[in-house]
């Protein structure tokens, strides 16, 4: 397990995949620990890092995780192979926006996929959330980009920029979430369901 965690870094860094930091899912392993989280929904798995390290805090824990690039989810099953954990990991080929989920609601969702589309994705996950669910976020700070969004010169990086600035203000003033922003590696936000 420690040594295809390290082999998948080495993957990561020699194919430029942006797997999430160390500060944020060791963050991310400790409140599924201590909130006894059961199932997990991850939205970008990329090739299974995160995926595998959360699966790995109890033996009871699953996710389900979905991706919509081919070679990447092809990596992502052979990890999940590779450590055993095909029982507790299912590998979805698919685009998070497209996908049918039906019935099963989640303790935790994770968004790690495409930084200008988070509001959609929490917009549509949100209703597979269970009660007092949480839904936690990656890369809010996009690499010091955001906040300074008006300062970038390229525009798709600026467009991305504001597309999160914008996701940070909807989630402040959801009334249905009750969110707070940890300085975490590269910026998580975690949003927990109020309950009605
Ligand atoms: N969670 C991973 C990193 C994910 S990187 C880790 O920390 O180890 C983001 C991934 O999201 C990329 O592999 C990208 O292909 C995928 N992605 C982006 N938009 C998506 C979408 N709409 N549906 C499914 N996957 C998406
Ligand atoms: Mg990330």
């Known amino acids: 397990m420690k040594e295809l965690i390290l082999e998948m870094e080495e993957y990561a860094s020699l194919?430029?995949?942006?797997?999430?930091?160390?500060?944020?899912?060791?963050?991310?392993?400790?409140?599924?620990?201590?909130n006894n989280i059961k199932n997990i929904l991850e939205i970008?798995?990329?090739?299974?890092?995160?995926?595998?390290l959360m699966a790995s805090v109890a033996q009871d824990v699953t996710v389900t995780t979905i991706e919509r690039d081919e070679a990447r989810y092809m990596e992502c099953l052979?990890?999940?192979?590779?450590c055993g954990f095909e029982k507790k990991i299912n590998v979805v080929f698919q685009d998070a926006l497209e996908v049918n989920l039906t019935g099963v609601k989640?303790?935790?969702i994770f968004i790690d996929a495409a930084k200008g589309q988070y509001t959609k994705f929490f917009e549509k996950f949100k209703y597979f959330l269970n009660d007092g669910g949480v839904i936690i976020t990656d890369n809010l700070k996009f690499h010091?980009?955001?906040?300074?969004?008006?300062e970038i010169e390229s525009k798709n990086l600026r467009g991305l920029a504001e597309k999160i600035e914008a996701y940070i203000e909807f989630l402040k003033n959801n009334q249905e979430f009750e969110t707070n922003f940890y300085d975490v590696g590269d910026g998580l936000s975690v949003s927990v369901k109020k309950n009605e």
């Open 44 to 52: 970008g798995s990329a090739i299974g890092y995160s995926t595998i």
């Open 144 to 150: 010091g980009y955001v906040g300074k969004s008006s």
């Open 15 to 34: 194919k430029n995949i942006p797997i999430i930091e160390k500060d944020s899912i060791a963050f991310i392993m400790k409140y599924i620990k201590k």
């Open 106 to 108: 989640y303790d935790m």
């Open 78 to 82: 052979k990890n999940v192979k590779k």
